[in-house]
């Protein structure tokens, strides 16, 4: 065989090598930027629905946030009031008791001193007992 011919052989199969080789290189390319592709839309899709889901949850917890708002602040002004209105009532008494007593004064006045004398004998008594109990 002729040196020429076989350097034309070998570069033509080397041509065809190359040329086969480039397809090759050009086919996985393309399947590696399709499937790149596809990924990415996954990954897009599954972020959409992630998000979907994450506005639905915000929006089935705001109303329930606002509501539980809602009944505490109820709470608080029940709270308030039960105690404004307990206040009311305490004053009340006190204020019966305050007339009662002074009705007391004025209608018994011999009466109320000596039961003044007496409460205070007592309490004077009950002092002096405690305090002599802690000095022994």
């Known amino acids: 065989m002729n040196p020429q011919k076989a350097t034309e052989k070998v570069h033509e199969a080397t041509e ?14 393309k ?4 499937a790149v592709s596809a990924t990415r839309e996954a990954a897009n ?3 959409d629905k992630a998000a979907a ?6 929006s089935d917890i705001d109303p329930t946030i606002n ?18 209105h307990t206040g009311e009532r305490l004053r009340q008494q006190v204020d019966n008791y305050t ?6 004064v004025v209608d018994q006045p011999a ?16 002092l002096i007992l405690a305090t002599r109990g802690r000095n022994n």
Not at 53 to 58: F, G, I, L, Y
Not at 111 to 126: D, Q
């Open 99 to 104: 007339q009662a007593t002074t009705r007391y």
């Open 53 to 58: 889901a994450v506005d639905s949850m915000q």
């Open 31 to 34: 399947t590696a930027q399709q």
């Open 111 to 126: 009466k109320s001193m000596l039961i003044a004398f007496g409460s205070g004998a007592a309490l004077a008594t009950l």
């Open 67 to 84: 509501e539980l708002a809602a009944k505490a602040q109820a709470l608080a002004e029940r709270s308030i009031n039960y105690c404004a």
């Open 45 to 47: 899709a599954q972020l």
């Open 16 to 29: 065809r090598t190359a040329e086969t080789l480039r397809h090759g290189a050009d086919a996985t390319l």
